[in-house]
């Protein structure tokens, strides 16, 4: 029970400080949860809402002041995106085309599939990589592609390259400016910006498509 509420708390004040706190009290475990959380947030559909862009620049930060192993911070984010991204590929090709015909159900949204399926009508192959820095958008990305039946090897390069550029970029640029005193002394407010600045592409898309549409 204990883990879970330092879990709960370190999700709701997701900052340096706490994700140390929560590193000590876990030990080298820490690593098997950062993996845990990463893989459900890009590899279950239903899991859109855990923290993605944030969680990674703040590990990155902690990294920074050598409370985690930065080597093993890297490897073991991007193999949790790379894997999650898989399985998510999988459910969808399982579940197959039938979930765009449904209604919205509690855990899944009609309109996240269709406003990322109108990504890769945009995008094609390379919304696997774009998605990865748009929240919601790379959750459902490798499902979406699961559903059209894309073909796996195509999947799996972009997959890759997605999932080692999202970790190397934003893990990076936690490594980078995390320990400064600036990002430390201001470091909610970074990570609102991060947000903020991730969902500017999905927002922007929205608003391009409803103005389109206005106009017919």
Same mark, same amino acid.
């Given at each position: 029970?204990?883990?879970?509420?330092?879990?709960?708390?370190?999700?709701?004040?997701?900052?340096?400080?706490?994700?140390?706190?929560?590193?000590?009290?876990?030990?080298?475990?820490?690593?098997?949860?950062?993996?845990?959380?990463?893989?459900?947030?890009?590899?279950?559909?239903?899991?859109?809402?855990?923290?993605?862009?944030?969680?990674?620049?703040?590990?990155?930060?902690?990294?920074?002041?050598?409370? =985690?192993?930065? &080597?093993? $911070? @890297? +490897?073991?984010?991007?193999?949790?995106?790379?894997?999650? /991204?898989? %399985?998510?590929?999988?459910?969808?090709?399982?579940?197959?085309?039938?979930?765009?015909?449904?209604?919205?159900?509690?855990?899944?949204?009609?309109?996240?599939?269709?406003?990322?399926?109108?990504?890769?009508?945009?995008?094609?192959?390379?919304?696997?990589?774009?998605?990865?820095?748009?929240?919601?958008?790379?959750?459902?990305?490798?499902?979406?592609?699961?559903?059209?039946?894309?073909?796996?090897?195509?999947?799996?390069?972009?997959?890759?390259?997605?999932? =080692?550029?999202? &970790?190397? $970029? @934003? +893990?990076?640029?936690?490594?980078?400016?995390?320990?400064? /005193?600036? %990002?430390?002394?201001?470091?909610?407010?970074?990570?609102?910006?991060?947000?903020?600045?991730?969902?500017?592409?999905?927002?922007?898309?929205?608003?391009?498509?409803?103005?389109?549409?206005?106009?017919?």
């Amino acid at each position: 029970m204990e883990f879970w509420q330092k879990l709960v708390d370190l999700f709701l004040h997701l900052d340096p400080e706490h994700l140390r706190a929560f590193s000590s009290y876990c030990g080298v475990w820490i690593y098997l949860v950062l993996f845990l959380i990463v893989f459900c947030e890009t590899g279950l559909v239903v899991t859109p809402f855990l923290p993605g862009d944030s969680l990674l620049f703040a590990v990155g930060a902690v990294a920074a002041m050598q409370a =985690l192993d930065p &080597v093993w $911070v @890297i +490897v073991v984010l991007c193999a949790a995106a790379i894997l999650g /991204d898989s %399985v998510n590929y999988q459910i969808g090709k399982f579940m197959g085309p039938k979930v765009f015909h449904r209604p919205d159900s509690r855990w899944l949204k009609k309109e996240h599939l269709d406003r990322t399926h109108a990504f890769f009508e945009k995008y094609g192959g390379k919304t696997i990589i774009i998605a990865r820095f748009v929240p919601i958008v790379r959750t459902f990305a490798p499902f979406v592609a699961g559903v059209g039946a894309m073909t796996y090897w195509k999947f799996l390069m972009f997959n890759v390259v997605g999932g =080692l550029l999202w &970790v190397g $970029v @934003i +893990v990076g640029c936690g490594l980078w400016f995390g320990k400064t /005193d600036a %990002v430390q002394k201001n470091f909610k407010l970074i990570i609102v910006a991060i947000i903020i600045i991730s969902i500017l592409p999905a927002v922007f898309e929205f608003w391009r498509t409803r103005r389109q549409a206005g106009k017919k």
